[in-house]
Antibody, heavy 121, light 107 residues
């Protein structure tokens, strides 16, 4: 069974840093592209970042570019999101999500339960 | 990013109704649009990928159509478990953004 378990969320002051982790199991992690998606309280989904299966290619939403860094450790079956210069508007539940690629396209087929990040003084 | 505009933002309907949600892109997406369902406190779940392909295990009352810039998700006969929030997502560009969501409520 595919499992994605996020951790590392919590309360942080504006301008602070936090590192989220996502532990993957039940599949060959090193062969899948991964993503972070967030959801502010009462708001919609916002894609945050993408990383290729090897870790050599990353993309970011404009809202986090230059502040957040996505990375992975395939030997540890883990995905990370380093968040720096945090702002109040970064407050959200952060999900890791696996990309599933089919001939006709790709989509996010497996999601973690989410970890809450609260940026407040 | 390529903005995806969903409408309506909310919708009230009754069990048994046929419901359509629309997603419009600012540029052509081909057929690269997915649809997700999210219930309160839960992670999203994919329903439809590549505009019209039904994900395994998803009831056949869900269907998708469209191409280019206009896409629709249709639920042919609403069931109680379908009351949730629905999101479209573009998988055309590398920045894989979501629409704003449509909250489907019981009338």
């Amino acid at each position: 069974e595919v499992q994605l378990v996020e951790s590392g969320g919590g309360l942080v002051q504006p301008g602070g840093s936090l590192r989220l982790s996502c532990a993957a199991s039940g599949f060959t992690f090193s062969t899948y592209e991964m993503n972070w998606v967030r959801q502010a309280p009462g708001k919609g989904l916002e894609w945050v970042a993408y990383i290729s299966s090897s870790g050599g290619l990353m993309y970011y939403a404009d809202s986090v570019k230059g502040r957040f860094t996505i990375s992975r450790d395939n030997a540890k079956n883990s995905l990370y999101l380093q968040m720096n210069s945090l702002r109040a508007e970064d407050t959200a539940v952060y999900y890791c999500a696996r990309t599933y690629v089919r001939l006709r396209g790709y989509y996010f087929d497996s999601w973690g339960q989410g970890t809450l990040v609260t940026v407040s003084s | 990013d390529i903005p995806m505009t969903q409408s309506p933002s909310s919708l009230s309907a009754s069990v048994g109704d046929r419901v359509t949600i629309t997603c419009r892109a600012s540029q052509s997406m081909g057929t690269s649009v997915n649809w997700y369902q999210q219930k309160p406190g839960k992670a999203p779940k994919v329903l439809i990928y590549a505009t019209s392909s039904l994900e395994s295990g998803v009831p056949s009352r869900f269907s998708g159509s469209g191409s280019g810039t206009n896409f629709t998700l249709t639920i042919s006969s609403l069931q109680y478990e379908d009351f949730a929030t629905y999101y479209c997502q573009q998988s055309y560009s590398s920045l894989r953004g979501f629409g704003q969501g449509t909250k489907l409520e019981i009338k």
